[in-house]
Each structure stands twice: as structure tokens, then as C-alpha cells.
């Protein structure tokens, strides 16, 4: 137990003061993780409307294909982006290999499918009327496309929020790809384990703090918004 | 219309995301090396100078031995620094990586709770060591993960004539040498660990060093460039001057008085240039 | 004859290997209330999709104005407005919501939210200005969805069953308030009802649809007193059906002059000054001229048979009386009575079986 207590109180002052570079690894964390669930919106956006509003042959397919890709366990996803990324491997001229785009790569697929499913099923529980009628109101596609979206936004949200928290949490895919470089590719999840392997628990709990206090924030925004729908 | 404000965004973010790798630009080497070898700290020693000399940053990619070398002979990488000598000479063998050089060395050390309960403290056999603890069932965590340590480790098993595989007693941990050391700690087991590694963490852990000194426990380290001849991609020049700049007088300087101020005793014994009968390895 | 506004010509629709609608010909003239009739299934639906560019025909052309309306399906739709069974609103205010028809095509703020607010105005629904859409009444959210459609000035309004989810009272009320809207804004409207009654009430022109197929289009007299075949006749129902002027009302009972003869009708609720006098064929009993009165029915009129049409036991026998009145009788009866074009016969029939009809204003 005084192991743990040590540890609270060790973090707190690193926390106070800045050391092993926490807060350069949580911007990092959340540039990263960020980006990828931005691109993974785009996608989510894009197939899962598709999915959501067009008949055609094998859209059951596509579905299942959908939710299969949410369940990919991270940790095989990063090992075929690093085959793929590896100077041995089919990609390796792109020099990609270890660094932070490397790893957006890997939690964009990771994370791609869960935004998309989201959206996918999102869309789908609006009534089929209403595109006609915001047709019919004079919208072009892509105002039809805006307000549909705008009125799935709590759905949206949710699976952006659910996207960002599998993103953020991973660390097998992002260590195989991302090489826990100091100062480039050391995100929150992967220093706590290099961490913990060294034996410094101070630090290592002092960084599952701050990830568990992004982790609650962004839920914090889900629910305020949420809410402030419910009420109107 | 608000699209376009969103495809802007997007498009600033992309750009972005490829700055930042960009910015990995520049003259830049992958050094494959062991786990235990960057736990030491000795790394974030030597590393920094490096880059002053030379201006190659280095990209190290820590994991087992045995990753480390397959990495070599996939000619992922530009250098490698490890300690597995029959491993690497396989390689050197193979022709895969060229321009081996002994570094430095320290040794292993077997460590266990204070109390000792097999009774091992003192003795002068590796093997005599890991005999009586298999004669005890005494607790004993093993790296498992084909790294260096844990080639070791297996040679002794083997000279003592034991395959401790599968038994109650015997469990493998899969993980780096800091995190195998906390587990033996934590269930009062025994281990082997190289002396670096166990002084770098001792104060966190309740494990004392009980054997020690058999020339059967010497860790030698070598450094050595991926043949850039036989892998496109590879980087000859940078792998060369990290070679270079390992067994050069200064850096062999600073590895020698590494852990002095810390630990009241240095980490490794710098080697480089001798002959490796010096050290009375098979 | 001015040109049409909209015109459908030749026109398929396919869905999965079955013909949804086939229409050859269709004009919709400017001014018009035109409606489409028809019982549940039978495509109307798809029509008003189809007139309403929101759906592509799988052969034939669509006209607006005389010109081809490929490729310019989105401009077109923004002169139009629909108004559907649901009324589907966002998640933003009743007044966002009734403007958003405007924000879409562009208007300044201001200038949206003043129409939006005075065609709720009009439509009783000012109040709600700036509630959410989920506590809405179904009557109040159709009105809304009216002042939406209204709001853009259209073209040409399509409505689709707009009040077929609502209960009867707000039905007859909102049908009301459509029906003054209409006159007084003269707007090209297309409206699709299953039931006879709005379609009278509302329609200057009616088409009938069954079956996909567009069965006939005329004047809504026309189409109910003299269907074109047994089908149309069997879902009109109604086969007499006559313009009348009211003249006075004593004791829930009408008085209405129609050529020539006064009628005697039930009422209930105030009268109309001008209405559609309606009678089933098979309350219309006939009589020899000088025979028994055997039936207590306070309307008889005295007429010559035009038309004896035998489908199996039944007869269907047009009497004129200076109106075609339509009635059906038995083959015995036509037999014991020995009637044949050129007799003549009294009609008569209860002042209960006469339904009427309000007239539209232009006719």
C-alpha cells in the first residue's frame, strides 16, 4: 500500500512541476489521437451515410464488414501497419515507419469502423421521409447532407466520443508503429508502460491521471451536451 | 458555406499531421538495441552527444534481443547494440550486419529475496545456483522472451542439466528485464537479471543480489552495423558512425564512469579494442 | 387552354420488376387544385413524388412550363413546396423550423423570420414561435408544416395526405383553413387524398388513380357523376352528383334549388351557399309516373331513363330530371317495371340519403 500512497503523492508533485515531460506526452496524445478521429469522422461521415441511405447489392455485406472492423483487436491492426510500414515491407520507401503519422494511420483504422458504425446506424434511425422532405424544401445534397447530420449530432457525438476513447486508450498498435520514441512518439498509454517496466511508478501513475482525466472530460462534454438537449 | 470552412479545417489538419512527420526528417538512424540496455539510462547518456558529433538523431527501438536481430536481418534497422554473442554472430555469419565490435560488458547477477529460502547466498556456480533452486521448487521468474538474459539464462539451465520448462516453480514473465525484476520482487522469487538493470532499480524493489561473479554470468555487449550492401534503405553511413562513435575513447570514458554517482559502483566495464579472450568467454 | 404548369408524359415508374405508375398523360394547369384519388397502394404517392421532382421516372419525360426538367431538378424544387403526411420538423425551433425552407435558398435572417412568423400568424400557430418541435399536437405540427410551405410563396404546392393522421374535428378544421388559403392565394396545388369527400371539397379537377394507373382526369363533377368504367365507379361510390344553390333552412332541414327542382336534405352544422349535392345509386328508388307511393322519401322528381346498364343481378339506370341522377336497382325490379330508355319514371329519395358538399370558390 505505501507503494501506491508514495506513488499518489510523488505524481501529485510531478504533476505540479512538470517533470518527465508530461505535458509535451498529453499534447502529444491528444494531437494524435485527435487527428485520427477527425479523419475517422470524414470516413465515419462519408461511408456511413452511404451505407445509411443508398440500396444496392451487398449492403449487407458492407454492413457486417462494419461491424467486424469495430471489433479488430488494436494490437493486430498495428502489427499490419508496421509490416506494411517496416523498411522490409511493401511501404517501407515512405520513411513512415516510428513516426507520429505512422500512428494517426494506425488509430485511424482502429478507430474509422466505431465512427462509422455509429453514424451508419445513426442516419439510419432518422425517418426516410425526411430526406424527401428537406428535398423537397430546396435542399442540395450537401445541405440535405449538413442538416441530417446536425440532427444525428448527439449519436455523432457519442460515437466521436467512443472513436477518441479507443484512440486514446491503445497501445499496442501505437507502440509497434510509433517505437515509444522519447520526445516524438511517447503518448500517455505507452509511457505508463515504459514506466512501470523501469520500475517508476511515481510517473507512471502520475500519467494514467492525466489520461483518465482527458478520458473523463471528454464523457464530461458528451453528457453537458446531451443534456442541454434533453431540455429543450 | 459551412462546408467550406470544414474542408479547410480538414485540410490544415492533414497538413499538419505531415509536418509533424516530416519534421522526422533529416539524418536520422534506427538503432535496434534491448530493453534492459535503454532501462540502464545509459542511452539518454550517450545518445544526445551523439547527435552533437555527428548530427544523426537516433530513432531507438527497444525490445528482446531475439526482435532486435530479426529486425537486423530484415535490414529494418541502421545499427544494433546487444548481448547475444552466439545470436549476433549468426548474423555476422549471414552476412546481415558487418562491423561487430565489443563495447562493454557487465555481468548477471542472480537475485532473490533476503530471506533466501532456497539458500543459495554466497555461491560461486551459476549452475550449483539454479541446481538447488530447482531441488527447493523455489519461486523463479523467467524473461521468456528470447532476449539476450533470457539465452543466457537457458544456457545455464541446459549446463546444469535441468529444463525447468512447464514445472510449478518456473514461470515466464514475456517481459522486459524492469518489469520481470518487479515481479520476481513482488512474489519473493528468484531471478536473473543483468547487474545494470538490478542497480538502476534496486531501491524499488526487495531483491538482494545472492550470486555473483561466475565468469558463466558475463554480459557482453556489442555494437554492430546492419550491412547496408545487402538491405536498400539502410542507412551505411550513419550505421558506421555510430559504431564509430560507440567504441571511440571518449564515449568508452563516460560508460566507464556510468553509475558511479548514482549507484557507488559503474554499470558496465568498457571493452572496446580488446580481444574477447580478454574476457574469458567461451 | 393555358399551357401547363407541370406535365407527365409517357411516364413509367419500375421498382424491383414491378410497374409502380404508369401515367401517359397528366397536366397540371396554374391556378388548378387538381387531386389525386385513389384507395391505399394504388401509387398516388408516387405520382406526387414524381411531380415533385423527388423522384426520376424510369421512362418518360417531365415538364415544368413546357420545358424538359433534366438537369435542373434542384432549381425547379426550390420554386415548389411539399407538405406530407408527417410533418417533420428539426430539432429547432417551430419558427427555424417553418423558415427553413427560406434559410435554405438563401434569405437574409430577418427577412425569413418575418414571413415565417406571419404565415403562423395565418395558420393560428404564432405562439409557438419558439417552442421545440416535440410537444406539438399533431394538428399544431401540420400547421406549422403548412406556414412552412406556404412561406416560400411557391409555384406549385403538392400535399400528401396532409391530414390523414390527424382526428376528425382538427381534420375538418385544418381543411377549412387550407380551403381559404388556397382561394385566396390561387397557387397551383396538387393534393393526394384517399378520401372523396376532401378531394370535392378542395379540388376543381380530380384524377383517379387505381392500381398505378391514371384512370381518368376531369372536372370533379364529371368524374363522380359519370365514371369512365366499373373500377372507377366502384371506388367513387358516389354517381349523382350535382351543383346546387341553398335557398333557405328550417328545422335541420335544407332547401336547395337545382335545376328546377327543390331538394330537401338533411343538415347538420352550418350551411354553405353554394354546394355539391351527392346521391349513392342505391338510395335512389325509382317508380312508375302515376303508380302508389310506397316510400316516405320527401324528394321526388319526375324524369325520362337515358341509360339501362346490366351487370349481373343489378341494373344501373340513369334518369335525367334536368341532372343525371344515377340509380341501381335489381334486374327483378327493372323486369316488374318494364323500363327502357325513353320511359318515364319518378325518382325518389330520402332527404336523409343526400350528402352534400361545399363548393370551392371558382369552380
Known amino acids: 500500500m505505501d507503494l501506491i500512497w508514495d506513488g499518489i503523492r510523488e505524481a501529485f508533485r510531478i504533476l505540479g512541476t512538470g517533470d518527465y515531460s508530461i505535458w509535451e506526452i498529453t499534447l502529444r496524445s491528444l494531437f494524435i489521437s485527435g487527428s485520427a478521429v477527425a479523419i475517422s469522422l470524414v470516413i465515419g461521415i462519408a461511408v456511413g451515410s452511404l451505407l445509411a441511405f443508398n440500396e444496392f447489392p451487398g449492403r449487407n455485406l458492407a454492413f457486417t464488414l462494419v461491424n467486424t472492423g469495430m471489433g479488430l483487436p488494436p494490437v493486430v491492426v498495428g502489427l499490419l501497419v508496421a509490416i506494411m510500414l517496416w523498411r522490409s515491407g511493401p511501404l517501407g520507401q ?88 522519447a520526445g516524438e512518439t511517447r503518448v500517455l498509454t505507452t509511457a505508463v508502460v515504459l514506466e512501470v517496466s523501469r520500475g517508476e511508478f511515481a510517473p507512471a501513475i502520475a500519467l494514467s491521471m492525466v489520461l483518465l482525466a482527458l478520458i473523463f472530460a471528454v464523457n464530461l462534454i458528451l453528457t453537458t451536451v446531451q443534456q442541454q438537449e434533453q431540455r429543450s | 458555406m459551412t462546408w467550406r470552412r470544414i474542408a479547410i ?56 534481443s531475439g526482435e532486435a536481430l530479426a529486425m537486423a536481418d530484415r535490414g529494418d534497422a541502421d545499427a544494433v547494440l546487444a548481448h547475444a554473442p552466439s545470436s549476433e554472430q549468426e548474423l555476422v555469419d549471414k552476412g546481415s550486419v558487418v562491423n561487430r565490435q565489443l563495447v562493454m560488458h557487465n555481468d548477471f547477477v542472480i537475485v532473490g529475496p533476503a530471506n533466501d529460502p532456497a539458500g543459495i547466498k554466497g555461491m560461486e556456480s551459476a549452475t550449483e545456483a539454479l541446481t538447488t533452486i530447482a531441488d527447493q521448487k523455489a519461486p523463479f521468474i523467467s524473461r521468456g522472451d528470447d532476449s539476450g538474459t533470457n539465452k543466457l539464462e537457458l544456457k545455464l539451465w541446459d549446463k546444469a542439466g535441468l529444463k525447468p520448462e512447464g514445472q510449478s516453480w518456473y514461470e515466464q514473465s514475456g517481459q522486459g528485464m524492469g518489469a520481470t525484476l518487479q515481479i520476481a520482487s513482488q512474489r519473493g522469487a528468484y531471478t536473473i537479471s543483468d547487474r545494470g538493470t538490478y542497480l538502476a532499480q534496486s531501491s524499488n524493489l526487495q531483491l538482494e543480489v545472492l550470486v555473483e561473479g561466475d565468469p ?53 566495464i568498457a571493452d572496446a579494442g580488446k580481444a574477447e579472450s580478454e574476457l574469458g568467454l567461451e | ?28 394547369f396554374p391556378g388548378e387544385v387538381l387531386a389525386v384519388i385513389g384507395p391505399n397502394g394504388a401509387g398516388k404517392t408516387t405520382l406526387l413524388m414524381v411531380l415533385a421532382l423527388l423522384e426520376r421516372p424510369s421512362e418518360g419525360e417531365v415538364l415544368f412550363e413546357g420545358e424538359s426538367v433534366r438537369g435542373r431538378e434542384l432549381s425547379l424544387r426550390r420554386r415548389m413546396a411539399v407538405v406530407f403526411q408527417e410533418a417533420l420538423l428539426l430539432r429547432r425551433s417551430v419558427l427555424e423550423n417553418v423558415a427553413m425552407g427560406l434559410e435554405l435558398r438563401g434569405v437574409p435572417r430577418r427577412q425569413r423570420r418575418e414571413r415565417a412568423l406571419r404565415w403562423m400568424e395565418r395558420f393560428g400557430i404564432a405562439h409557438l414561435a419558439r417552442r421545440g418541435p416535440r410537444n406539438l399536437s399533431g394538428g399544431e405540427a401540420q400547421r406549422a408544416s403548412l406556414a412552412r410551405a406556404f412561406a416560400l410563396e411557391p409555384e ?128 335512389v328508388v325509382l317508380a312508375p309516373p302515376d303508380g302508389v307511393m310506397t316510400s316516405s322519401a320527401r324528394n321526388r322528381l319526375a324524369g325520362v331513363v337515358t341509360r339501362i346498364v346490366q351487370a349481373g343481378a343489378q341494373a344501373r339506370v340513369t334518369v335525367d330530371c334536368g341532372f343525371p341522377l344515377v340509380a341501381v336497382i335489381t334486374r327483378q325490379s327493372l323486369e316488374e317495371l318494364g323500363l327502357d330508355v325513353g320511359d318515364r319514371v319518378v325518382a325518389s329519395f330520402k332527404a336523409s340519403a343526400v350528402h352534400l358538399i361545399p363548393r370551392p370558390a371558382g369552380g
Open chain 3, 156 to 283: 406549385v404546392l403538392l400535399l400528401d395526405e396532409p391530414f390523414g393522421g390527424l382526428d376528425q374535428p382538427t381534420r375538418e378544421a385544418l381543411l377549412e383553413e387550407l380551403a381559404g388559403v388556397l382561394a385566396e392565394t390561387g397557387v397551383t396545388t396538387v393534393f393526394v387524398t384517399h378520401d372523396r369527400d376532401e378531394a370535392a371539397r378542395l379540388g376543381h379537377r380530380v384524377a383517379v388513380l387505381l392500381g398505378g394507373r391514371l384512370r381518368q382526369v376531369g372536372p370533379v363533377a364529371d368524374v363522380f357523376a359519370a365514371p369512365v368504367n366499373e373500377e372507377v365507379a366502384a371506388f367513387v361510390g358516389v354517381e349523382t352528383m350535382v351543383p346546387a344553390r341553398a335557398v333557405g333552412d328550417a328545422g335541420g332541414l335544407a332547401r336547395l334549388e337545382v335545376a328546377g327542382h327543390i331538394i330537401e336534405a338533411v343538415v347538420r352544422g352550418p350551411l354553405a351557399s353554394d354546394v355539391l349535392v351527392c346521391l349513392r345509386p342505391e338510395d
Open chain 1, 94 to 181: 515512405l520513411d513512415l515507419i516510428y513516426t507520429p503519422l505512422a500512428m494517426i494511420i494506425a488509430q485511424t483504422i482502429i478507430a474509422a469502423p466505431i465512427v462509422t458504425g455509429f453514424t451508419a446506424a445513426a442516419l439510419r434511425s432518422l425517418s426516410p421521409r425526411l430526406r424527401s422532405q428537406l428535398y423537397a424544401l430546396g435542399a442540395s445534397r450537401l445541405q440535405m447532407l449538413w442538416l441530417v447530420l446536425w440532427e444525428a449530432k448527439l449519436p455523432l457525438l457519442a460515437a466521436v466520443m467512443a472513436g477518441f476513447g479507443g484512440a486514446v486508450s491503445e497501445i499496442g498498435a501505437s507502440i509497434m508503429v510509433g517505437g515509444n520514441l
Open chain 2, 216 to 268: 558463466a554470468l558475463l554480459n557482453v555487449y556489442h555494437v554492430m552495423q546492419v550491412n547496408p550492401e545487402r538491405f536498400d534503405g539502410v542507412n551505411g553511413d550513419g550505421g558506421k558512425a555510430f559504431v564509430e562513435f560507440m567504441v571511440s575513447a571518449d564515449t568508452q570514458k563516460i560508460i566507464g564512469d556510468f553509475g558511479v554517482d548514482k549507484f557507488g559502483r559503474p554499470l558496465f
Open chain 2, 9 to 64: 479545417v480538414v485540410a490544415l489538419a492533414g497538413l499538419l499531421a505531415l509536418a509533424a512527420a516530416a519534421c522526422g526528417g533529416g539524418k536520422e538512424i534506427i538503432l535496434a538495441t534491448t530493453t534492459s540496455t535503454q532501462d540502464t539510462g545509459l542511452l539518454d547518456e550517450l545518445l544526445p552527444r551523439f547527435k552533437e558529433e555527428s548530427g544523426y538523431k537516433v530513432k531507438v527501438i527497444a525490445v528482446g
Open chain 3, 1 to 28: 387552354m393555358s399551357q401547363a404548369k407541370l406535365s407527365l408524359h409517357d411516364v413509367w415508374l419500375r421498382r424491383r420488376g414491378s410497374d409502380i405508375l404508369q401515367v401517359p398523360h397528366l397536366d397540371v
